[in-house]
């Protein structure tokens, strides 16, 4: 029962550490995420979940979702002022 204890601990660590630390995406409101996503929700299958902001790049946010089985990443476009274009705001 020790080995088995054991080797559980040593699996789970191995997965831990192997896990990426995310970093904050600097200057970016976190609500402009999760409206893209929103945005995108009919196009992706049922129990996609946001899972954050990849990056800004000139007027176009990237955003990860988890489908079920991998990380994907989005992409929407911004109107110069910042909002998404085509969000009716």
């Not at 946001?50 to 990056?55: C, N, P, T, V």
Request: aromatic share 4%; charged share 20%; net charge negative.
């Amino acid at each position: 029962m020790r080995i088995l204890t054991t080797i559980l601990f040593l699996v789970l660590t191995v997965f831990l550490c192997s896990c990426e630390q995310q970093q904050a995406a600097p200057d970016i409101d976190p609500r402009l995420g999760l409206e893209c996503f929103e945005s995108r929700r009919t196009a992706l299958p049922p129990g996609t979940q946001y899972e954050g902001i990849g990056k800004l790049a000139e007027n176009v946010l990237t955003i990860k979702v988890m489908n079920g089985v991998a990380v994907e990443t989005l992409d929407c476009e911004l109107n110069p002022d910042g909002t998404l274009l085509d969000s009716g705001r």
